[in-house]
């Protein structure tokens, strides 16, 4: 086996690059992503048909189709019906915003759902309207439910970014893919992209751990 040393420093400036890459397009992606899924999170608890089927179909779908299609849809397939380019970037942060949307939509219901009803009617039995229960009752309890779900999405967001490297957006897969393929050191650089991912990865881990055992004890 022909291995470089030298490989896995001279890979590290091409892999710092895709990294700085692949935080922003997670961080922002998720964020918007997070004002799409409380938006239709809420429209999947409504009691109107329409509003509530609207959220389901976009849940569905995404839910139901594979992430790298998703890619290939926005950046290939809209343009080409349009007649316009998307810029690679633009893709990578609506397609994470969309996907992780539906996710985090599923994420809300599931944390409004789970508590206890008795909870509503507690705030009526204090004299509060529907909205007061559930900004000052509900949602607070909600919020806690959902806090380790989201942080799981947010990991979950930030490995499906290596798909990105399809359309050449150049995050840290693609940052490898693209030194390997210059000076064949497969070998090093994929090594160095698992370890550049696992130095994310393991302290949101161990983050989201410490955040779930302090909501437990609060």
Not at 99 to 121: M, T
Not at 128 to 147: D, E, F, S, Y
Not at 161 to 178: D, H, K, P, R
Request: net charge neutral; proline share 4%.
């Amino acid at each position: 086996m022909n291995l470089s040393p030298e490989a896995f420093v001279e890979v590290t400036p091409y892999l710092l690059t895709g990294l700085w890459y692949t935080l922003i397009i997670t961080i922002i992606g998720v964020l918007i992503g997070c004002v799409i899924g409380t938006i239709f999170g809420i429209m999947r608890l409504s009691t109107n048909w329409f509003i509530k089927t609207v959220a389901s179909i976009y849940v569905e779908v995404v839910r139901g189709t594979p992430l790298l299609a998703q890619i290939f849809f926005i950046h290939f397939g809209i343009p080409a019906l349009f007649n316009f380019n998307f810029d690679a970037l633009i893709t990578a942060f609506g397609v994470i915003a969309l996907n992780s949307g539906a996710y985090l939509a599923e994420i809300v219901r599931g944390g409004v759902q789970s508590v206890d009803k008795g909870q509503l009617e507690a705030g009526r039995s204090l004299g509060l309207n529907g909205r007061q229960t559930m900004r000052h009752i509900i949602w607070p309890q909600a919020v806690k439910i959902m806090i380790p779900p989201f942080g799981n999405q947010f990991i979950i967001s930030l490995k499906d970014t290596s798909l990105l490297s399809a359309i050449a957006v150049t995050e840290l897969m693609y940052q490898g893919q693209t030194y390997a393929s210059i000076t064949f050191a497969s070998f090093e650089t994929y090594l160095m992209v698992c370890v550049f991912y696992l130095l994310i990865t393991i302290p949101a881990s161990i983050l989201l751990r410490f955040t779930e055992r302090r909501l437990d004890h609060s």
